[in-house]
């Protein structure tokens, strides 16, 4: 399930990106590069999160390490000073226009990282 959540954050993400870019990124380049930036490692995340071997994890712990410190800075950037960011990103007030879920998907990832650390059929080693 955890797999499939970052999937469809990957495509959205990105698509979303990749049309705002395309078609007005004059109006906030910022904005879109961010967007597309999260686009980017959850395409990273989601293929880290589905393979198996330390590599893939370590890749993963990365992934969505930087995906909390991504959310939490932009989300705090955007909260006391929006005038940089005159449309939305992904990561924009903590994820509020995609229900805070990428405010809370990262904390899951970690988790279950964390959680499956143990387990060798889960972790592949």
């Known amino acids: 399930m955890l797999i499939a959540v970052y999937g469809v954050f990957a495509l ?7 049309v705002q870019i395309a ?4 109006e906030a ?4 590069l961010l967007s597309a930036l999260a686009g980017v490692v959850y395409i990273v995340a989601t293929i ?9 994890r370590r890749l993963a712990w990365a ?17 006391f000073d929006g005038g ?8 924009s007030v ?7 879920v990428p405010l809370v998907l990262p904390l899951v990832g970690l988790w ?5 650390r143990a387990c060798p059929s889960m972790s592949g080693g």
């Open 94 to 100: 903590y994820g509020r226009g995609y229900g805070f």
């Open 63 to 79: 992934a969505v390490g930087f995906e909390l410190v991504g959310v939490l800075v932009v989300g705090t950037l955007t909260v």
């Open 112 to 116: 279950w990282l964390r959680h499956t």
């Open 84 to 91: 940089d960011f005159p449309d939305d990103t992904v990561w």
């Open 29 to 32: 380049p910022l904005a879109y």
């Open 12 to 18: 959205s993400a990105t698509a979303r990106a990749g």
């Open 23 to 26: 078609s007005k990124f004059g």
């Open 48 to 56: 880290a999160l589905a393979r198996r071997g330390p590599g893939a």
